[in-house]
């Protein structure tokens, strides 16, 4: 009994140390998506910075709470809630955010650039965990979280384009 304790704690110290290295190494997770949207920048943008129609392409959006003129409380069908701080916008170009939750941080920017009659925009998110545990499991939930970005991508080139989204309706049914 002795040594399969001393087995069990030894294989625990081990994936303590083997998550604490990892999260040393591997603290950030980057997520970057894009999509062409069949419309002109300026409708993409004005859709996309729209505090109203948020919870139309954030996935298990629940609500959006204005607490000033640059940040917002997303409240989310799970409880969990996210403070958003715009940090820059440049009208049509692009919105530089900071995303805060209880157990990530992350800060992104989302762009609108001309692609003919078109815009192609791109999100991009890097995301760290809080704690130790967090950033070590991060990198592990990755696939999950760029699923989850690809989607709210998704929504918001349906709803820009005034259509279904598939991409959505197909991820909720896998995850």
Not at 3 to 22: D, E, H, K, N, Q
Not at 145 to 161: F, R, T, Y
């Amino acid at each position: 009994m002795n040594r399969l304790l001393r087995f069990v704690l030894t294989l625990a110290a081990g994936a303590t140390i083997g998550l604490g290295v990892l999260a040393f190494f591997m603290d950030e997770v980057t997520l970057s998506n894009s999509t062409i949207i069949m419309a002109r920048p300026d409708v993409s943008w004005t859709t996309a910075s729209d505090t109203q129609r948020l919870q139309e392409w954030i996935g298990d959006l629940e609500s959006a709470t204005v607490l000033s003129a640059n940040q917002l409380r997303l409240t989310f069908v799970n409880q969990a809630q996210a403070t958003v701080t715009i940090t820059d916008t440049t009208p049509n170009i692009s919105i530089d955010m900071t995303i805060e939750t209880a157990r990530e941080h992350a800060v992104g920017t989302m762009t609108f650039e001309q692609n003919g009659g078109s815009t192609f925009l791109t999100h991009t998110l890097q995301v760290r965990g809080h704690t130790l545990t967090r950033r070590a499991i991060l990198p592990l939930i990755k696939p999950t979280l760029s699923l989850k970005h690809m989607a709210m991508l998704d929504n918001l080139e349906a709803l820009i384009e005034q259509r279904p989204s598939a991409l959505s309706d197909t991820l909720q049914d896998t995850l």
